[in-house]
């Protein structure tokens, strides 16, 4: 089993930045992670994911130079640091796990444990 729970979410205004933290517990070893985000009346989509040594890093398009995903030393804390945030930024921001799988995805299907995930709300 694996513990999943996000942080860091808020108002925030156009051109600003947040960071938002996973902190994982549990079977995490070897494991891949990825934040993915979800708007009301839209599908879940990908926004960044990291292999389990950090070295490997992968962004959609919409958010490539803006984000950035990042691991702490030990491996148990996920963060998405957002820069120049827009309102189409505005979702609910979700962690998520590839359980025992060292190499990231942009597929949410390829994840095994989510976290509650966190609101992130960007105002014009």
């Known amino acids: 089993q694996v513990q999943l729970v996000e942080s860091g979410g808020g108002l925030v205004q156009a051109g600003g930045s947040l960071s938002l933290s996973c902190a994982a517990s549990?079977?995490?070893?070897?494991?891949?992670m990825g934040w993915f985000r979800q708007a009301p009346g839209k599908e879940r989509e990908f926004v960044a994911a990291?292999?389990?040594?950090?070295?490997?890093?992968y962004y959609a398009d919409s958010v490539k130079g803006r984000f950035t995903i990042s691991r702490d030393g030990a491996k148990y804390t996920v963060y998405l640091r957002m820069n120049s945030l827009k309102p189409e930024d505005t979702a609910r921001y979700y962690c998520?796990?590839?359980?025992?799988?060292?190499?990231?995805?942009?597929?949410?299907?390829?994840?095994?444990?989510w976290g509650q995930g966190t609101q992130v709300t960007v105002s014009t």
């Open positions: 998520a796990s590839r359980s025992g799988v060292s190499n990231p995805s942009s597929n949410p299907a390829n994840y095994d444990y």
């Open positions: 549990g079977r995490t070893y070897n494991s891949a």
């Open positions: 990291i292999n389990w040594s950090g070295a490997i890093t």
